[in-house]
T-cell receptor, first 114, second 113 residues
Framework: AQTVTQSQPEMSVQEAETVTLSCTYDTSENNYYLFWYKQPPSRQMILVIR??????QNATENRFSVNFQKAAKSFSLKISDSQLGDTAMYFCAFISGSARQLTFGSGTQLTVLP | KAGVTQTPRYLIKTRGQQVTLSCSPI?????VSWYQQTPGQGLQFLFEYFSETQRNKGNFPGRFSGRQFSNSRSEMNVSTLELGDSALYLC????????????FGPGTRLTVL
């Protein structure tokens, strides 16, 4: 069974600064994908960034980037130039080719301070 | 493209009743997954449907069931509601082939009294 661990229940960052959210996972699969989802107070789950396990290059989407360490089973999210609208719960999620179901971490509540 | 839609957005039921939630996927998406989100258990997978067939199932009692129609719309049903079924129920859809990216609807907030 796959597990996803987010060890930071809450974090805060000053507007315009950079913050990194941590995620580790455990799996015996070779074909899998990792995601970061954002859930603002509206509760709408929004995909932030995705990473295919077979790709060595770290994914980047504008101000969001990941540090994917496959051997260490680590998948952290870096948010640069933090904005007030980044305030949300962030979930790390895993999906494998065989299970086809998302396994989520417990989430990190990020607050961006003005 | 229109996003994933879920109806109703809010529901209040009493213990013992049953409830049906609906999810309409993004056009062209054939896979529909359901997740339950609670403060205590977090996000948990319920089941996934693809081409009207349940392809995967999570660890939930038989009171939780679902189905998918030929137009890919999906419904989930919870019978004999319990207080612990109070949750946000999220539907997520994907193309169902080798694209594992899932797009979520706004959710249905179910409160069981």
């Amino acid at each position: 069974a796959q597990t996803v661990t987010q060890s930071q229940p809450e974090m805060s960052v000053q507007e315009a600064e950079t913050v990194t959210l941590s995620c580790t996972y455990d799996t015996s699969e070779n074909n899998y994908y990792l995601f970061w989802y954002k859930q603002p107070p509206s509760r709408q789950m929004i995909l932030v960034i995705r990473q295919e396990a077979y790709k060595q290059q770290n994914a980047t989407e504008n101000r969001f980037s990941v540090n994917f360490q496959k051997a260490a089973k680590s998948f952290s999210l870096k948010i640069s130039d933090s904005q007030l609208g980044d305030t949300a719960m962030y979930f790390c999620a895993f999906i494998s080719g065989s299970a086809r179901q998302l396994t989520f971490g417990s989430g990190t509540q990020l607050t961006v301070l003005p | 493209k229109a996003g994933v839609t879920q109806t109703p957005r809010y529901l209040i039921k009493t213990r013992g009743q049953q409830v049906t939630l609906s999810c309409s996927p993004i056009s062209g998406h054939r896979s529909v997954s359901w997740y339950q989100q609670t403060p205590g258990q977090g996000l948990q997978f319920l089941f996934e449907y693809f081409s009207e067939t349940q392809r995967n199932k999570g660890n939930f009692p038989g009171r939780f069931s679902g189905r998918q129609f030929s137009n890919s719309r999906s419904e989930m049903n919870v019978s004999t509601l319990e207080l612990g079924d109070s949750a946000l129920y999220l539907c997520a859809t994907s193309s169902g082939s080798y694209n594992f990216e899932q797009f979520f609807g706004p959710g249905t907030r179910l409160t069981v009294l």
